[in-house]
């Protein structure tokens, strides 16, 4: 159908009893809606608001220890025609003059219920009757003392699924933080910590966000942080080591059986190709039990990034020989 089709056939409809019934309760609906708008535009009605706070005139150098609020919750009542314009989402400012509400001497600022009133009033109209305020009253400490820089220390405590670990540095955008106080940081406080935070079964490399603590009387920025958590795969890998026998007199020959031994362990993934480690299968000639036929094998230089460390097999049969010889010494060495 095209739209001069359609415009004759709503031209008939239009023209019709049915029709101009639907036009005439059209109009009246119409009429009614604008009277009852009118109507309350002259009623008092209330409304709540969150009101962003604007602080003027901050002297250069000056940090608030104590954060000003970023909103105040206010429930006025006032003529609906004055606060219309407020209803779309574009509610006034809280503008608070810096110089006006210093306390001299004290680096604070402080605005009681009243002047807090009388601010919001101000930025609705004489006319509008505050009913509450959240919070009723600011009360800020300010410095003009430079900040201190100190290290984060990160209470952070990470646990993964097996076959998974933690593997590497924590990685943070920052590695200290600035620390702004009244009097200067107390001696005693050499980092500044996080919140602690528990992680559980992680198995993929997980950034958090963490808020910083701040001691009474002090502020630090950033107060918040992102800190990402390495967690990677650990993956089997196999080597054969030589068994070798220590603390063994040089007149000593000892024989094992089998002459190595399988070493199985788990490595993150990242290091599979980088394993740089070398591990040693060793007996230790005087802990060898005379009256028995094999002896247990000790790992040394195993290095902190291998787990679940399996050799094959544990304990080796031996055989000795010894030769005569004068002023007979130890070595460390296989022979």
Known sequence: MNIKALLSKLKQKSTSAKGRSIFTF???LL????FWFMMTLNETVQRDYR???EINGIPEGTTFITRPPQHIDVSVKDKGRALIKYDWGNPPKVRIKYQDFIVKGDNRIVINQEMLGNSIRNSFG?????LSIRPDSINLITT???GDRLPIFFDISAATEPQYIAYGEMECKYDSVTVYSLNGIPSS????QTEHVTLRDLTDTTTI???L???AGTRVEPSRISVTIPVEPLVTKKRILPVHVINKPQNVTVHTFPANIELEYLVPMSLFKNDVATPVAVINYRDIDIDATTAHVNLTQIPDYYHNIKCTPAEVEYLTEKSSAPHVKEENDNQ
């Not at 004489?126 to 505050?130: D, N, R, V």
């Not at 406080?189 to 500044?192: D, F």
Request: charged share 15%; net charge neutral; glycine share 4%.
């Open 26 to 28: 059209m109009i009246f």
């Open 31 to 34: 009429i009614s809606t604008i």
């Open 51 to 53: 009101l962003p706070v």
């Open 126 to 130: 004489s006319g509008c009757e505050i």
């Open 144 to 146: 003009s003392r430079p």
């Open 189 to 192: 406080m050499l980092n500044v």
């Open 209 to 211: 966000e963490i808020a």
């Open 213 to 215: 603590k701040s001691p």
